[in-house]
């Protein structure tokens, strides 16, 4: 079975600049989420989809940080304008509803200098 | 609300050597309970969890947590480390009554020495 799919692995970007990133969940999978991994620390989640309506993005900098899960599959997360203390991985992870548990995919490291 | 409190930061042994990693929680509701392993420039593994049934709770790669409701805690052991165990271990909590939003605690680097 294919895991969740992330891209790009790694980007630099300069500050004030945008950024997207792109999840594939496994497949089937209703809810995704996304979290983000400051160095150092657990990853904090973001955004929780449930399939294409968002359940929760109370930890989301919804100034500067936008997510959607069109059609219900594919998700993109988005930052503009990002800033230094944005640097970090950025973890997407699927499950089949949301009573059931979570596979991760790699993440995206981003560095924001 | 939950929180997730790992008390040690970094942990290191020696191969062949038991290790255990530390976890308590808080939580005003039932929980269910995770560790995950990271390898370096990798995602998160599922080792373990704790849904219901036994408080002894058999992963993989020989590890084993025991939940602990008076002590709210749900420690990580295994008897014995190999140098391929070194990692960052992450306790994390899910609220049963609000879906799985997922609290994961801060980490815990292991690191086995030869």
């Known amino acids: 079975e294919a895991g969740v799919a992330q891209s790009p692995r790694y980007k630099i970007i300069e500050k004030r600049q945008s950024v997207a990133f792109w999840c594939n969940p496994i497949?089937?999978?209703?809810?995704l989420y996304w979290y983000q991994q400051i160095l150092g620390q657990g990853p904090k989640l973001l955004i929780q989809f449930q399939n294409n309506g968002v359940v929760d993005d109370s930890q989301l900098p919804k100034d500067r940080f936008s997510a959607e899960r069109l059609k219900g599959v594919d998700s993109t997360l988005k930052i503009q304008p990002a800033k230094l203390e944005d640097s970090a991985v950025y973890l997407c992870?699927?499950?089949?509803?949301?009573?059931?548990?979570?596979?991760f995919g790699q993440g995206t490291r981003l560095t924001v200098v | 609300a939950q929180s997730v409190t790992q008390l040690d930061s970094q942990v290191p042994v020696f191969e062949e050597a038991p290790v255990e990693l530390r976890c308590n929680y808080s939580?005003?509701?039932?929980?269910?309970l995770f560790w995950y392993v990271q390898y370096p420039n990798q995602g998160l593994q599922l080792l373990l969890k704790?849904?219901?049934?036994?408080?002894l709770v058999k992963g993989i790669n020989g590890f084993e947590a025991e939940f602990n409701k008076s002590q709210t805690s749900f420690h990580l052991r295994k008897p014995s480390v190999h140098i391929s165990d070194t990692a960052e271990y992450f306790c994390a909590v899910s609220d049963r009554t609000g879906g799985f939003k997922t609290i994961f605690g801060a980490g815990t680097r292991l690191f086995v020495k030869a």
């Open positions: 704790y849904l219901s049934g036994s408080t």
């Open positions: 939580s005003s509701v039932s929980v269910y």
């Open positions: 497949s089937g999978h209703a809810t």
């Open positions: 992870a699927s499950s089949l509803d949301s009573n059931t548990e979570a596979f």
